[in-house]
């Protein structure tokens, strides 16, 4: 349980800190310039400026690799200096679960997927790893053990690898909106309840376009949300549109390019949607000069800054068009 008189002045230092950081981001001209370098290896020239490696010179697992250290460096860096340490693992524990996913498929595959898991997790990936293959997970976060021992289960009962990623993502969700409630911060818990809404949305289209009955759908879907999604789920799998009822939200618009796509349109508009929403939400932290806020916002805008760098350089070694790029790359 985090300490309650955690206040926003606490922040006041490593709020600054970052707000400078900022500035050296990939932002939208950087981004531009990027896009449009006439080759990979000038693109990737270009990110030594926001502080990252020289890439140009690598392939696609060496940048994966690369940005993956960059990110691990940046949490442990800020772990020392986190009034509340724990607002970080909000971020870390995806990968976590990530690796969960790797290692029970690769598993019932009897392959090795050591090289596709990261070192951004609360858990070394190693430790992760030895607890998998001698099947004692004493040292792991409880509900992370339980869930790999559940998956396990899963994919060995029905050989469906998706079924599995269900039941770990149903765990990481949980877990994260646990620790969210013991923080001191609404601004975290709102953005979990957003990410949730935003799951259970894309598992509701994507599972109504494959033509999947309800139970399946309700396989994927999320507690925690504003929306009750098992009632959007019926509603949407009796013909109702999505849209109505995400009415008022942020997913409003996403609902209705869902609409859409459920019927056959599409996805690429949908997820660019959702993926909006996400990041739009962050712009409410402008306005938060210290604070849990001006951190939490930095950690996304360091996933998008990823993920927007792995995108550009893996496309261009790819030889994918800027106008592809752009067209993929959320605002």
Request: hydrophobic share 40%; with cysteine.
């Amino acid at each position: 349980m985090s300490d309650k008189r955690v206040k926003d002045y606490d922040y006041l230092f490593l709020s600054t800190m970052l707000r400078a950081r900022e500035a050296k981001m990939l932002n939208r001209e950087r981004i531009r310039r990027m896009v449009d370098a006439p080759s990979f290896s000038e693109a990737a020239k270009q990110l030594t400026e926001c502080g990252f490696e020289d890439m140009s010179g690598m392939d696609a697992r060496q940048i994966e690799e690369t940005l993956s250290k960059y990110r691990a460096e940046i949490f442990e860096e800020l772990e020392r200096v986190m009034p509340e340490p724990a607002i970080l693992d909000a971020f870390r524990l995806k990968y976590d679960y990530h690796n969960a996913k790797v290692l029970v498929k690769a598993g019932s595959a009897d392959v090795d997927g050591a090289y596709l898991m990261s070192e951004s997790g609360r858990v070394p990936a190693q430790q992760l790893i030895d607890a998998y293959n001698n099947e004692d997970f004493r040292f792991i976060p409880k509900r992370l053990g339980e869930a790999i021992v559940e998956a396990s289960s899963i994919i060995r009962r029905t050989d469906n690898p998706q079924l599995a990623d269900f039941a770990l993502d149903k765990a990481y969700y949980a877990e994260l909106l646990e620790l969210a409630e013991g923080l001191s911060s609404p601004f975290l818990l709102e953005y979990i309840k957003l990410m949730i809404d935003g799951a259970n949305l894309n598992a509701i289209v994507r599972t109504i376009r494959l033509g999947r009955d309800f139970e399946f759908i309700k396989s994927a879907l999320i507690p925690g949300g504003s929306r009750d999604a098992e009632h959007i789920a019926k509603a949407a799998l009796s013909g109702e549109t999505l849209a109505p009822m995400y009415s008022g939200t942020a997913y409003e618009k996403a609902a209705e390019l869902g609409d859409e796509a459920a019927r056959g349109g599409r996805l690429t508009e949908f997820e660019l949607c959702c993926e909006k929403v996400e990041s739009s939400f962050f712009d409410k932290a402008k306005y938060a000069s210290f604070g849990a806020e001006a951190v939490i916002a930095y950690f996304g805008a360091l996933e998008s800054e990823i993920t927007a760098a792995r995108m550009i350089l893996t496309c261009k070694l790819a030889g994918v068009s800027p106008e592809l790029v752009r067209e993929r790359l959320c605002d």
